[in-house]
């Protein structure tokens, strides 16, 4: 018997090692946040005009855990989990926001991420596959072409110190069924892909930075029916494309801090999509091309208690004519935030913002800053006042009438060069303790539709009521 269990104890002691020496070290790391948030007219609609309610208030909460599952310096893996839910609504159903009512039965975990992160041996070549966050350069206020979770392939190399290299390859969409049924084998069936191809350049000099990038894509042709990816094509979205359609992307975005504490940072692109004919009838060949470029500079001064600063941007809007295709940039899915109520640059934010749209397209603005105002200790605030106005012709909407009053899609809000709105966003956070923090943030739209372009006929109060954001939200991270 001692033999045994001396024995066993060996076994035990042996298998212990190979345990050790095979180890995989996780790691937990994510999010607590709970919001209570107050709106009014987020879509510039007054529904009790039309005799509707309004829900102005809303309670939800969200969770965030990222899971590292490192082996080496050389390899590891990612996932990336959230699940959200507004207080009452859906319960022992399936969506985003399900499981906050009572019992709290709703199927709602999302899969935000899910990645190998590898090091390719006796090289300084890292590559990361599988579903990931993938951005292109924003110097100013993030991407507005890209900036989402992606399935990807990614490989990065630093040369030296002052130059690296990132390529890509990224799918955002695919419509194949998965089977092979005979409708699929006859191609009766939508089965397409959307691949994407980049190239992203590091420089960095003495007190400056520039992110020049390229990205090709090849579009098939059944995408362009795609509601989702409408948004990519243009004006006439409705159309369908005859042959597969190419787009590219050339951007750079540039920060000089040379002169610090005086910072400038740009970011410029082009964009154009080539999607050949169209299958429907009386419809002009160019309908779903789509080109355009945008230019956007952001100027500020550090100071001991308050960054102050200037923010500015151009794009390019829709000419007069719709058969000749689309005058806005083309992008996929952006976080352009430069604001906080009417763009993306909510901290949190959890019923509504970048009410605005999540790109630029379409607008030219100017804006004010006071950013990093310090004069409370554990109290940041920021405060903008920025004014946006539309590139698009007037023309487009009085003669075409494609667009309607609240167009709003992922283009963003659609504004002609008639239409302006006003923002001023007053935005707090507050460190409670080291890992708790409350953010406070305030939102203000004064949209100015033109009455003679929409033909609103006195019916204003319904399109282009003023907006108002109010959001308490606590966040604990770990």
């Not at 042996?14 to 937990?28: I, Y």
């Not at 399900?98 to 899969?111: L, R």
């Not at 419809?283 to 500079?297: E, F």
């Not at 993306?344 to 630029?360: K, P, Q, R």
């Amino acid at each position: 018997m001692k033999r045994v269990i001396t024995l066993m104890l060996a076994l035990a002691m042996v298998f212990g090692a190979v345990a050790t020496s095979s180890a995989t070290d996780f790691k937990a790391k994510g999010t607590f946040q709970m919001g209570y948030e107050w709106t009014d007219n987020a879509n510039f609609n007054d529904s009790e005009a039309d005799g509707k309610s309004e829900d102005d208030f809303v309670a939800a909460q969200r969770f965030r855990t990222q899971i590292d599952m490192v082996a080496s310096e050389n390899l590891s893996g990612v996932v990336f989990f959230e699940i959200n839910n507004i207080w009452g609504r859906g319960d022992n159903t399936a969506g985003r926001t399900t499981g906050g009512q009572i019992g709290a039965d709703g199927v709602n975990v999302q899969t935000r991420r899910a990645y190998i992160d590898w090091t390719v041996p006796n090289t300084a070549l890292d590559i990361r596959m599988g579903i990931q966050g993938l951005a292109l350069p924003g110097a100013v206020a993030g991407s507005p072409i890209l900036d989402n979770d992606v399935a990807a392939v990614v490989a990065s190399y630093k040369f030296n110190d002052m130059f690296s290299m990132t390529g890509f390859w990224a799918r955002p969409y695919d419509t194949s069924k998965g089977d092979t049924t005979d409708d699929d084998i006859t191609g009766t069936n939508k089965q397409d892909e959307m691949d994407m191809f980049g190239l992203i350049g590091g420089i960095k000099l003495d007190g400056m930075e520039f992110t020049p990038y390229a990205v090709y894509s090849a579009i098939g042709k059944d995408i362009t029916s795609d509601k989702d990816f409408q948004s990519i094509m243009g004006a006439q979205g409705t159309a369908t494309a005859e042959d597969n359609a190419r787009a590219y992307w050339l951007g750079m975005g540039y920060s000089l801090d040379m002169f610090d504490p005086i910072v400038f940072s740009m970011d410029a692109i082009y964009g154009a999509v080539d999607a050949g004919d169209v299958k429907n009838a009386g419809v002009d060949d160019n309908a779903l091309d789509r080109s355009g470029w945008t230019i956007i500079g952001k100027l500020s001064y550090k100071m001991d208690m308050v960054t102050p600063g200037v923010i500015g941007w151009y794009a390019s809007g829709e000419d007069d004519d719709l058969d000749n295709g689309s005058e806005r940039m083309p992008f996929i899915d952006g976080a352009f935030g430069a604001t906080s109520f009417g763009f993306d640059g909510a901290a949190v934010g959890f019923a509504t913002y970048d009410v605005l749209g999540t790109t630029n397209v379409g607008t030219w603005a100017a804006g004010l800053l006071l950013e990093d105002i310090k004069v409370i200790d554990s109290l940041t605030s920021q405060i903008r006042v920025v004014y946006v106005q539309g590139t698009n012709d007037a023309d487009i909407v009085k003669e075409a009438g494609y667009f309607a009053p609240n167009s709003v899609s992922d283009d963003g809000y659609f504004l002609t060069d008639e239409d302006s709105a006003w923002e001023i966003n007053f935005d707090h956070k507050y460190d409670i303790y080291e890992n708790l923090a409350l953010f406070v943030e305030m939102g203000y739209i004064n949209l100015d539709l033109d009455e003679d372009t929409w033909n609103l006929s006195g019916n204003d109060q319904k399109y282009d009521e003023d907006a108002y954001k109010l959001g308490f939200y606590f966040q604990y991270t770990f």
